[in-house]
């Protein structure tokens, strides 16, 4: 856990500290000089009696007690020196700089081990090893460059990359960004991004927080951590925005049922993020940018006035906008027409409202107020405004902060000339506020925060199952894939609607089971993971004499231990399923089904558990909806007991977590009804 030593530390040593301030330990004390620590500075060099200025110890045993230590001598040396600092100077926090420990090679990792465990002995903090280090407000603990404007309203960033974390700052300073703290984690060896967050959730003060949270993550080990914290924080108040790298697979991954081959690390990445609430970002700038949407008046609304004095950046900032949900709404009437009057000829209020390249900045105050206050289907402006170069325009950046201060509603400024007025943009941030410098790239990231939805509700709601019925089942059942009448039993017990059925292994009790079921039935092979592509499948076999020709064919494909046999049922092809993914949980997908989810992959994925509303959202979010709801004269499906079909999945999933794979395809839906008429469940302990 991060403690006062680690954030507020009355004294510091740099441990290999050094007049050349191109190496870390150089560097990362003259960041602490340059930036006014107000605490006793010591430095450990067994070659100087002082460095930078700063009196310099032969030895760590020599130092008097210090509360920070921060570290950037060869990996070898370190466990020495911190059992030194834990045992006898009542060090209690340690920034480690150095390589050379897991990420390298297994003598590094046991050296990794050796500095947690002592640190740990004494409840000390350690950030690293192999980091960049730690700035913040009361010292700038890094020996990279840029050291941010550290802010209390800034914004608080974790990253796993040292070198990453820089390349952020430096796309976001530029703009205006603001930080209040950065914290380079390293290897993680005893705290990662997820604990960091962890201490910012429970130390979080509404009065003197940073509001904003920033994360770069190569590997989320704790998804349930990260997802509790974020959430939490989420509903505290704060904004939350991530680059998740590692994205794509080297290779496909074998998988024995259509949700292991459509489910992956990635996709899990996105179900948490969504659950969480957090904005999900594809890269440097992206984030940046989110953040500095994150830094401006929440918007409430999705309705944007985009106000302009050059054309052809407002079109394309129109349909980034609108390409991402957001509306640019007409605007007309009394007011609009009032507004005109103020504006010169030619120009238009409609929306984009254009003020033209000859607009002044008394005209932007004016379309300004009028948005602010008389235009009711308008929650927020985005004003760009640039310039040829051929006079200054400090008045009109002038306008547009103090409306910026003084308006309802939120502004954001997009000043693309970062040439030509230089100098107006500089002072424009000076006065602490933020610059989006393209119109694109910004309407993208504020259709991503509008359409993040608010987390998940702490407490999950489930329908009732038969739990006794399911874990009697399941403790019944060896690993792999489970029989067909275990199966059905454990529909029955989650309340999942299913086909009647039988599994036969000879003709006789084929004709004698379909005769039962009613004609016309549907017959398939069991044992073949893809009946279809081995002709394992029959359709609408409507007397004796084909059910029993048939069954003689089916068995003897390769495989087949028996036949399944089910009423011929109508109504469209739907698929649900779920795949345990790793320290994610259960994902739980849900699409059309049959042969469709092969072709299409149009599936929409969360991670168990969730209510009803969520399923409901998870139906209505794919692309294919519309077949879901009716299209063209055709019948749709009843999404209320789709929804409950892929919530009871979900109760079943929580009753017994050794379900690795479950597939529900095809489900077949109707106005009326949702039933089971396949399945398919692995489980794995």
Do not use: W
């Amino acid at each position: 856990m991060i403690n006062r030593q680690m954030l507020n530390p009355q004294s510091i040593v740099v441990i290999g500290g050094s007049n050349e301030t191109m190496k870390p330990g150089g560097k990362v004390l003259k960041n602490i000089i340059d930036h006014n620590f107000n605490g006793n500075l010591y430095v450990v060099n067994p070659k100087e009696d002082e460095v930078q200025g700063i009196r310099s110890y032969r030895s760590p045993a020599d130092l008097p007690q210090v509360d920070l230590a921060i570290i950037a001598i060869a990996a070898k040396y370190c466990p020495e020196t911190i059992e030194i600092l834990t045992k006898e100077k009542g060090t209690r926090a340690f920034i480690i700089l150095s390589a050379g420990f897991s990420e390298e090679n297994e003598e590094g990792a046991k050296l990794e081990h050796k500095v947690v465990e002592l640190i740990d002995a004494v409840d000390g903090c350690l950030v690293g090893p192999n980091c960049v280090g730690v700035p913040n407000q009361n010292y700038s603990g890094a020996f990279t460059t840029p050291i941010p404007k550290l802010d209390p309203k800034g914004c608080d960033f974790i990253s796993g990359s040292g070198a990453t974390a820089v390349f952020i700052m430096e796309a976001g300073i530029p703009k205006g960004l603001t930080f209040s703290s950065v914290y380079s984690v390293g290897n993680s060896a005893q705290m990662g991004v997820e604990e960091i967050l962890k201490y910012m959730d429970e130390s979080f003060d509404p009065a003197t927080s940073s509001r904003v949270k920033l994360l770069y993550i190569e590997n989320i080990d704790k998804p349930d951590l990260l997802l509790r914290h974020a959430s939490s924080l989420i509903r505290k108040g704060c904004r939350i925005a991530a680059v998740k790298s590692g994205s794509s697979e080297a290779g496909s991954r074998a998988a024995s049922s259509h949700t292991g081959a459509l489910a992956s690390p990635d996709v899990a990445v996105d179900a948490l993020f969504r659950k969480a609430g957090i904005v999900r970002c594809s890269g440097r700038d992206e984030l940046a940018t989110v953040a500095s949407v994150f830094m401006h008046k929440e918007l409430k609304g999705k309705r944007i006035a985009v106000i302009t004095h050059a054309g052809g950046p407002a079109v394309m900032l129109t349909d980034a906008l609108s390409n991402g949900g957001l509306e640019v709404p007409h605007i007309e009437g009394p007011y609009a027409d009032e507004l005109l009057t103020h504006l010169f000829p030619g120009s238009s209020a409609a929306n984009p409202i254009d003020f033209l390249a000859t607009g002044t900045g008394e005209q932007l105050g004016k379309i300004i107020d009028y948005c602010d206050n008389h235009f009711d289907n308008i929650d927020a402006m985005a004003v760009i405004f640039g310039s040829p170069g051929l006079f200054p325009v400090y008045d009109v950046y002038d306008i547009l902060d103090a409306k910026m201060k003084s308006c309802k509603k939120p502004i954001f400024p997009i000043l693309p000339s970062i040439i030509n007025v230089k100098d107006e943009i500089e002072a424009f941030i000076a006065k602490g506020r933020i610059n989006f410098p393209d119109e694109v790239t910004f309407g993208n990231a504020l259709a991503k925060v509008v359409n993040t939805p608010l987390p998940a509700p702490e407490k999950t709601d489930l329908p009732a199952v038969d739990k006794v019925k399911i874990r009697e089942i399941i403790e019944g059942c060896a690993d792999g894939y489970i029989a067909p009448e275990k199966i059905q039993a454990l529909l029955d017990a989650a309340g999942i609607m299913r086909a009647g059925e039988a599994v036969v292994t000879t003709a006789t009790d084929a004709v004698e089971s379909a005769t039962s079921l009613g004609f016309p039935v549907v017959m398939k092979v069991v044992g073949p993971i893809h009946k279809s592509d081995v002709g394992g499948v029959v359709l609408n076999v409507k007397d004796a004499e084909t059910v029993r020709r048939e069954f003689e064919r089916l068995i003897v494909i390769k495989d087949t231990t028996a036949v399944l046999i089910q009423p011929m049922l109508s109504g469209i092809e739907l698929f649900a399923g779920a795949k345990k993914e790793g320290n994610f949980g259960h994902l739980v997908l849900c699409g059309l089904g049959g042969i469709f989810i092969e072709v299409l992959k149009d599936v929409s994925t969360r991670i168990s558990p969730f209510e009803k509303d969520e399923a409901l959202l998870m139906i209505r979010s794919l692309k294919s909806f519309g077949i879901i709801e009716g299209v063209r004269g055709q019948k749709g499906v009843n999404q209320e007991k789709f929804a409950e079909t892929i919530v009871r999945l979900c109760a079943l999933l929580e009753a017994a977590p050794e379900i690795s794979e479950l597939d529900l395809n095809p489900l077949l839906g109707n106005p009326e009804k949702v039933v089971a008429v396949d399945a398919r469940i692995n489980i794995e302990r």
